[in-house]
Nanobody, 118 residues
Framework: QVQLVESGGGLVQPGGSLRLSCAVSGITFRFYSMAWYRQAPGKQRELVGSIISDGTTNYADSVKGRCTISRDNAKNTVYLQMRSLEPEDTAVYFC????????????WGQGTQVTVSS
């Protein structure tokens, strides 16, 4: 059974930092591209960034320079380090795993809430 379990969300003040984790089980982790998405209330889910097995990353313009995605292939875990958080970053953050060639193998976590507020 494939499981993606996000953790690390919470309430943070504007300008603060937060690190999210996504622990993955049930798949051969190194064969999967990992991504973080977010969905704010009333808005569509959007890509925050992604990382492939060799560590190459890609980020949405809205978070570029403020977020860093990393992965630990030995621990089957992907991380999202966020800095200089803004109220506009408030959303539910989701972890996604997609096979590097077999795109039908696509899995999601349950999400973790991040709230940026003073």
């Amino acid at each position: 059974q494939v499981q993606l379990v996000e953790s690390g969300g919470g309430l943070v003040q504007p300008g603060g930092s937060l690190r999210l984790s996504c622990a993955v089980s049930g798949i051969t982790f190194r064969f999967y591209s990992m991504a973080w998405y977010r969905q704010a209330p009333g808005k569509q889910r959007e890509l925050v960034g992604s990382i492939i097995s060799d560590g190459t990353t890609n980020y949405a313009d809205s978070v570029k320079g403020r977020c860093t995605i990393s992965r630990d292939n030995a621990k089957n875990t992907v991380y999202l380090q966020m800095r200089s958080l803004e109220p506009e970053d408030t959303a539910v953050y989701f972890c996604n795993a997609r096979h590097r060639t077999l795109y039908a193998f696509d899995y999601w976590g349950q999400g973790t809430q991040v709230t940026v507020s003073s």
